[in-house]
């Protein structure tokens, strides 16, 4: 039987800027567990904001998606509904970092503007959330 794979996507803000120390140490809590339930994913910090990919076994992704949304170093966070995939993008990473350096200007600015609040006027979230998951996959080759 296939497994029941499915894929969320959410914006948040840091409460605090992160450091690259506590960026590192957040990916090797991440790693670590999300390679315990199976999920992979991908994460941006831009400017003290955050997206992210989560993607598994529906159970897995709905826990850790409650864990995570619980963490008090974020808040304001908004998030697609938790959707079935057809497959994993993002098969490598069990938390690929795509450092906002990495990402061309076009993609900085409209991720800045999503956290500000002022996406184009006929965008909603999921097709923010789908450019977010184009720019992930094309990020793909210079994920660390
Ligand atoms: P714990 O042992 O409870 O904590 C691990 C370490 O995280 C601690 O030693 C500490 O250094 C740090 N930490 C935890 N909470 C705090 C806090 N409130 N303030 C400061 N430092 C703290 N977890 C995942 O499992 N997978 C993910 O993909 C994932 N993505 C995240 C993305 C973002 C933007 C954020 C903010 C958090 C994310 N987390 C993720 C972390 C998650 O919210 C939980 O902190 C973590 O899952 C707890 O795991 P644990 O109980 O094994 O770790």
Redesign the pocket.
């Known amino acids: 039987m296939p497994e029941d794979l499915v894929t969320v996507v959410y914006f948040?803000h840091?409460l605090e800027p992160f450091d690259d120390a506590?960026l590192l140490?957040?990916l090797q809590?991440?790693?670590?567990?999300?390679e315990r339930?199976g999920?992979t994913?991908v994460?941006l910090?831009h400017d003290g904001n955050?997206a992210?990919a989560?993607e598994g076994p529906r159970l897995a992704v709905e826990e850790?998606f409650k864990?995570?949304s619980?963490?008090?170093?974020?808040d304001g966070i908004i998030a697609t509904a938790v959707l079935p995939t057809g497959s994993r993008q993002f098969a490598d990473w069990s938390?690929g970092f795509l450092p906002a350096t990495e990402l061309p200007e076009a993609s900085r600015r409209r991720f800045a503007a999503v956290l500000k609040g002022q996406p184009g006027a006929a965008e909603d979230l999921d097709s923010i959330a789908a450019s977010m998951l184009k720019t992930f996959r094309d990020g793909l080759p210079r994920m660390r």
């Open positions: 948040s840091a506590a140490a957040l809590i991440s790693r670590r567990n999300n339930s999920i994913g994460l910090y955050f992210q989560l850790a864990r995570i619980a963490d008090p170093r974020h938390m």
